[in-house]
């Protein structure tokens, strides 16, 4: 297993676990981030950013509930029955 399938692993169980994340541009899972809404992307060379950004949940608690309920929210559309779901309805396509 790869570092990186570890990384973005990490990255979406926290968000199935109902937790605001904060993620670095560039990596795979990146795009399960909505900036602002369910965590923050942020720039790896700007390693202030991500002290800004932790900083703004420690000084706004509340952030951690609503942002963790979004990724939840968002998680709900990745589950593995919904994936097999569309790669059913991707073949049944395909075959007919």
Same mark, same amino acid.
């Given at each position: 297993?790869?570092?990186?399938?570890? #990384?973005?692993?990490? $990255?979406? &169980?926290? +968000?199935?676990?109902?937790?605001?994340?904060?993620?670095?541009?560039g @990596?795979?899972?990146?795009?399960?981030?909505?900036?602002?809404e369910?965590?923050?992307?942020?720039?790896?060379? #700007?390693?202030?950013? $991500?002290? &800004?950004? +932790?900083?703004?949940?420690?000084?706004?608690?509340?952030?951690?509930? @609503?942002?963790?309920?979004?990724?939840?929210?968002?998680?709900?559309?990745?589950?593995?029955?919904?994936?097999?779901?569309?790669?059913?309805?991707?073949?049944?396509?395909?075959?007919?």
């Amino acid at each position: 297993m790869s570092i990186t399938f570890t #990384r973005n692993a990490v $990255l979406t &169980e926290a +968000m199935a676990f109902g937790k605001p994340v904060i993620c670095s541009q560039g @990596a795979k899972a990146v795009e399960m981030i909505v900036n602002g809404e369910n965590g923050f992307v942020f720039d790896p060379g #700007r390693s202030s950013k $991500l002290a &800004e950004y +932790m900083g703004q949940f420690l000084e706004n608690p509340h952030l951690i509930e @609503a942002m963790g309920k979004k990724s939840e929210e968002i998680m709900i559309a990745h589950t593995p029955a919904k994936a097999t779901q569309s790669f059913i309805q991707a073949l049944k396509f395909v075959i007919n």
